[in-house]
């Protein structure tokens, strides 16, 4: 039997990347999927790309309260609910904290940590009504190991393994398992305008498996965390990153 059969999913981000690895993967699995992206017309072709039917694809900005509550008032009407909530949508970026505009800090903080915050609150109440939900939450490596260059990425992400922790005891009562997946480099379009030998020199310098990760293992990884089989995980974080938060 299908892992998700009979669930529905809401993926933030989920036009591409990592984000439609997952939508993918759920699909497959036999989970309904509303994908939901800036790129409202990404989403949609996303959408009826997926193996099965019924699924919904619509625009989200994440870090707008509007567009957020549209969006999944939007989702939920057209999938009868949402029982799983996957926060892929993030932003990224480098600069040292000397010369980091606070424009830029604000903005990291405002899509990476105030944008998990809005689905959550927008997801939950439908999730508490069935007593049942998975909310997985993406964090990243850099928010255990630091780096230079990415104090505002590192902190943003940090603030959501902290966020999702409370809120897993504030949903648990409910049957709903809040977690943290944590990722490292991944094989995405995101790199493919980077100098290969940089590329080269973070697997070398960051990797201890040797390679960077595909998103269909990001995405395997989620799949546990929106299962039943993660019925035991509350405020748990889930590093799948070649060991780079070891480093």
């Known amino acids: 039997m299908a892992r998700l059969s009979g669930k529905t999913a809401a993926i ?7 984000g439609g ?11 309904k999927l509303a994908v939901l992206d800036l790129n409202g017309d990404g989403a949609a072709d996303m959408a009826a790309s997926l193996e099965g039917s019924g699924h919904y694809g619509g625009a989200i900005d994440v870090g707008d309260e509007a567009s957020v509550n549209s969006a999944f008032s939007a989702a939920a009407e057209a999938l009868g609910g949402i029982d799983i909530l996957v926060n892929t ?30 689905c959550c609150r927008a997801a939950l109440p439908g999730m508490r009504k069935k007593k049942w939900g998975r909310i997985v939450n993406f964090a990243s490596e850099v928010a255990n190991r ?26 648990i009562e409910d049957g709903i398992c809040v977690n943290t997946l ?9 790199l493919s305008g980077i100098d290969p030998e940089v590329i080269a020199k973070l697997v070398n310098d960051l990797m201890p498996i040797g390679r960077l990760g595909k998103p269909e293992e990001i ?3 989620a799949l546990f965390l929106a299962s039943d089989e993660a019925a035991f995980c509350v405020g748990a ?9 070891l480093q």
């Open 89 to 118: 949508a993030a932003i990224a970026g480098a600069g040292t904290v000397e010369e980091m505009p606070v424009e830029e800090w604000d903005r990291m903080f405002h899509i990476n940590l105030r944008g998990t915050f809005l």
């Open 12 to 18: 933030t981000g989920g036009a591409g990347g990592i």
């Open 146 to 171: 630091g780096n230079p260059g990415l104090s505002h990425y590192a902190a943003s992400k940090a603030a959501v393994i902290a966020f999702s922790k409370c809120l897993a005891l504030e949903a």
């Open 237 to 245: 974080t889930l590093n799948a990153n070649g060991g780079a938060y």
């Open 182 to 190: 944590s990722p490292g480099p991944t094989d995405t379009t995101m």
């Open 21 to 31: 690895a997952i939508a993918q993967c759920f699909a497959g699995e036999g989970a």
């Open 219 to 221: 995405a395997a990884a």
